[in-house]
């Protein structure tokens, strides 16, 4: 006959690759949530302003949209277009008129005169499909 395990009173010890998933799950998690000063981020809804992102433009010119047409959604949608140099250069490589290429930069230019730490401060700048933007659509005051 067999004798059952004798009770210590202390809970059953845990498997060591248990504890070295929880480990690494909870490093993960942790590094995950940290970042560096800019934010890429789900956008809030704000003042029912809507994000007009490059590759939306991009889609409106292939569709034919007159560029005034774009220029005008652009103002509207209240968004800042914080391009590099080098993403500038690829628009107009890919016929993207210069007149709105211009008009993108200029929002940058114009939020960085109203708000200069705008330029110094990657936290108030949000990243969706490579490009950095800002303004009212992700949560930007409308004074800025």
Do not use: H
Request: glycine share 10%; with cysteine; hydrophobic share 40%.
């Amino acid at each position: 006959m067999r004798r059952p395990p004798a009770r210590t009173g202390r809970p059953a010890p845990v498997p060591r690759a248990a504890i070295l998933f929880f480990v690494a799950a909870t490093v993960l998690s942790i590094t995950g949530c940290s970042g560096g000063t800019r934010r890429s981020t789900t956008l809030p809804a704000s003042a029912g302003s809507r994000l007009l992102t490059v590759p939306k433009i991009e889609r409106m010119m292939q569709m034919g949209t007159a560029p005034s047409v774009i220029a005008e959604e652009i103002q509207r949608s209240g968004t800042v277009y914080n391009l590099t140099a080098q993403q500038a250069k690829d628009l107009r490589a890919v016929g993207m008129p210069p007149t709105l290429i211009n008009q993108m930069q200029l929002t940058y230019q114009n939020a960085i005169r109203r708000n200069p730490r705008l330029a110094s401060s990657g936290g108030y700048w949000t990243q969706v499909d490579g490009y950095w933007y800002g303004g009212v659509p992700v949560g930007w005051p409308r004074d800025w």
